[in-house]
């Protein structure tokens, strides 16, 4: 059942993607470039997404002790945010910014056939397994190996 709603729901937010426009890297790089012709389509792609958000939060999942599909709530706290989540936040911003690709639109693009949300897709996994390898590994924040990698759970 968790799978079936996993793919649907992902299959939701990929129509929405490519109804919206959101998988063209042009409308994110014009979003962010404010010195040219400034596109602000993803601003009212997002505001729709937070406001659909707030509303479903605000009718369904506030009432709720638990979400359908885990035993509780995960919400953030201040001691979650440390060092690691805000440079890791700033390399995710410039990498999508620089190509107008996140994850979410690169998949989409990727699965449709396009070679250069391949790359970016590609390059994100190998990202990816990089940071596992050296959480594994055990190396800290500073780059050294140690005990751990601090701030992760």
Same mark, same amino acid.
């Given at each position: ?5 996993? +793919?649907?729901?992902? #299959? ?13 890297? *042009?409308?994110?790089?014009? $979003?962010?470039? =404010?010195?040219?012709?400034?596109? %602000? ?6 505001? @729709?997404?937070?406001? =659909?958000?707030? !509303? ?9 002790? +638990? %979400?359908?599909?885990? @035993?509780?709530?995960? !919400? ?12 890791? /936040? ?8 620089? =190509?107008?690709?996140?994850?979410? %639109? +690169? ?7 396009? /070679?250069?949300? #391949?790359? $970016?897709? *590609?390059?994100?996994?190998? @990202?990816? !397994? ?5 959480? *594994? ?7 050294? %190996?140690? *005990?751990?990698?601090?701030? !992760?759970?």
């Amino acid at each position: 059942m968790r799978l079936l709603i996993a +793919a649907l729901t992902g #299959a939701l937010f990929g129509a929405g993607l490519l109804v919206s426009g959101m998988t063209q890297p *042009a409308r994110v790089i014009g $979003f962010l470039d =404010v010195t040219r012709a400034w596109d %602000p389509s993803l601003a009212f792609v997002m505001a @729709g997404a937070i406001l =659909v958000n707030a !509303l479903a939060f605000w009718s369904i999942a506030r009432r709720r002790t +638990a %979400p359908w599909f885990d @035993g509780s709530f995960h !919400l953030p706290t201040r001691q979650d945010v440390d060092r690691r989540l805000v440079a890791g /936040a700033a390399f995710f911003g410039i990498g999508w910014g620089l =190509v107008g690709y996140c994850p979410g %639109p +690169a998949l989409v693009t990727a699965a449709a056939g396009s /070679a250069s949300g #391949a790359i $970016f897709v *590609a390059a994100m996994l190998a @990202g990816m !397994l990089l940071q596992h390898r050296l959480r *594994a590994a055990g190396v800290r924040e500073t780059g050294s %190996p140690g *005990a751990g990698v601090h701030g !992760l759970h």
